[in-house]
């Protein structure tokens, strides 16, 4: 996952925080991935999730995803998805996490 200022293909604009959600999401990442969810919610700034390319996520991320939607929720601060990717759906939908996380399965 790249910080969200780095990102040169971004379509950040200045009053949103874009967070690139990287191929893979996994407890080998959680504290990168942390630190950019503590950043995005400081910002106060609603908050865009680039998902696209996500290949895999786990357990331990889709805990961190839904804590930090959790906390967004109880600041009042939006969070949007850039195409999520089927993989990711699947796997919220694995843990019953797709209602929280705003994440709905591809049924086609």
Partial sequence: ??????SEDSS????????????VMDINSIAEVH??????LESGQPVVLNAKQVERADTSAL??????????IAQKQSV????PSDSLCRSAALLGLSDLLNLNVNTQ
Avoid: K, R
């Fill in 1 to 6: 996952m790249s910080t969200p200022s780095d």
């Fill in 12 to 23: 950040q604009d200045t009053n949103s925080y874009e967070i690139n959600c990287g191929e």
């Fill in 35 to 40: 630190i950019q969810f503590v950043e995005a």
């Fill in 63 to 72: 805990q961190l995803l839904s804590t930090f939607f959790h906390d967004a």
């Fill in 80 to 83: 949007q998805w850039i195409e």
